[in-house]
């Protein structure tokens, strides 16, 4: 029988020399009373801003509403300011300040010098403009340090003082345009300043504020050109777009000079100036290589009426001489 004895393990005896305490005595009527969860300290308040001013998440502000013992450990921080909400925050204030600064150059050069109050809100203007880019500079700053609640509040204040000081209350442009189109044809029929002169004297009795006008054609520009190969013929000895330009001005106008970029040539042209059918036009004539052709190696265009043969826009060459001429 020992063999199949096994060792009890040791139990714990009390010693009974050592003064143990009382069981408690709980009275009859007792009813447990149910626990009640813990609770941690009071949170902080968190407000929001979500006020319409901006389409991106706004800095969250967090006030204290108790007189002491805030945990800042479980304050929750601000959320950081994603690379596409970075892109698109520069590009909106960017976009904002071009804008600005456009408007405010037309304001500037239809402003009343001696109007004291519009000279007051230009400056203000200005002074907003010069805030705001370099407002735009140090948002991009604070997004490198990743001040992120910072750049958010920089941001905002730059885009809402430009809204504020916005030159929108100035006359900046006319409110209805009028327009005329002058073709080619009816410049070089005038063919003297006096003989333009009359024909802007009956657009401004008919009321017409803006004139577009055709400043080149088939590649021959009206005016002396230093970059356009030939002046046209047709208009060689004076400058029609220097006089529209000045006779525009004294009737209160609007001038546009209106071009045909990318056609080259024109047949129709061609027959006014005495010039073969298929002359490629003074500037594709020189550097035929600059042209587009179809699949036979055609410049000019199957059109039904006087046929156009046009410039490559994709050629780097084109886009630098266009570039020079406009």
């Given at each position: 029988?020992?063999?199949?004895?096994?060792?009890?393990?040791?139990?714990?005896i009390?010693?009974?020399?050592v003064p143990?305490?009382?069981?408690?005595?709980?009275?009859?009527?007792?009813i447990?009373?149910?626990?009640?969860?813990q609770t941690?300290?009071?949170?902080?308040?968190?407000e929001?801003d979500?006020?319409?001013e901006?389409?991106?998440?706004s800095?969250i502000?967090i006030?204290?509403r108790?007189?002491?013992g805030l945990?800042?450990?479980?304050?929750?921080?601000?959320?950081?300011?994603?690379?596409?909400?970075?892109?698109?925050?520069?590009?909106?204030?960017?976009?904002l300040?071009?804008?600005?600064?456009?408007?405010?150059i037309?304001?500037?050069?239809?402003?009343?010098p001696?109007?004291k109050?519009?000279?007051?809100?230009?400056?203000q203007?200005?002074e907003a403009l010069?805030?705001?880019?370099l407002?735009?500079?140090?948002f991009?700053?604070?997004?490198q340090?990743?001040?992120?609640?910072?750049?958010r509040?920089?941001?905002?204040k730059?885009?809402?003082?430009?809204w504020d000081?916005?030159p929108?209350?100035?006359?900046v442009?006319?409110?209805?345009?009028r327009?005329?189109?002058l073709?080619?044809?009816?410049i070089?029929?005038?063919?003297?300043?006096?003989?333009l002169?009359v024909l802007?004297?009956?657009?401004?009795?008919?009321?017409?504020?803006?004139?577009?006008?055709?400043t080149?054609n088939?590649?021959y520009?009206?005016?002396?050109?230093?970059?356009?190969?030939?002046?046209?013929?047709?208009?060689k000895?004076?400058?029609p777009?220097?006089?529209?330009?000045?006779?525009?001005?004294?009737?209160?106008?609007?001038?546009h000079?209106?071009?045909w970029?990318?056609?080259a040539?024109n047949?129709?042209?061609?027959?006014?100036?005495?010039q073969?059918?298929?002359?490629?036009?003074?500037?594709l004539?020189?550097?035929?290589d600059?042209g587009?052709?179809?699949?036979k190696?055609n410049y000019?265009?199957?059109?039904?009426q006087?046929?156009k043969?046009f410039?490559?826009?994709?050629n780097?060459?084109?886009?630098?001489?266009?570039?020079?001429?406009?």
């Open positions: 029988m020992a063999e199949n004895s096994r060792e009890i393990p040791p139990c714990n009390v010693d009974l020399n143990q305490q009382p069981f408690p005595i709980l009275p009859p009527n007792y447990p009373q149910p626990e009640q969860p941690n300290p009071e949170e902080p308040f968190i929001i979500l006020t319409p901006s389409s991106l998440p800095p502000l006030s204290d108790r007189s002491e945990n800042y450990r479980n304050t929750p921080t601000v959320p950081s300011i994603s690379p596409q909400q970075a892109q698109t925050m520069r590009e909106e204030l960017f976009d300040i071009v804008r600005f600064e456009s408007t405010l037309a304001s500037l050069a239809h402003n009343d001696t109007s109050q519009n000279n007051l809100a230009l400056r203007s200005q010069n805030q705001a880019k407002s735009l500079q140090k991009q700053g604070l997004l340090q990743r001040q992120y609640d910072q750049a509040r920089v941001w905002l730059a885009r809402r003082s430009l000081n916005y929108s209350d100035r006359s442009a006319q409110p209805e345009v327009a005329m189109w073709d080619r044809g009816s070089v029929k005038t063919r003297s300043e006096a003989e002169a802007f004297d009956r657009m401004a009795e008919a009321g017409i504020n803006t004139v577009f006008m055709e080149v088939a590649s520009p009206i005016y002396p050109s230093s970059v356009a190969p030939e002046q046209n013929p047709l208009t000895g004076w400058d777009l220097k006089v529209a330009i000045k006779l525009a001005h004294e009737r209160n106008m609007e001038l000079a209106w071009v970029v990318f056609a040539a047949q129709g042209h061609n027959q006014v100036l005495e073969p059918e298929n002359y490629l036009g003074p500037v004539s020189r550097n035929p600059w587009i052709t179809d699949k190696g000019f265009d199957q059109g039904q006087f046929k043969a410039l490559d826009p994709a780097p060459k084109v886009q630098d001489y266009l570039l020079l001429l406009f």
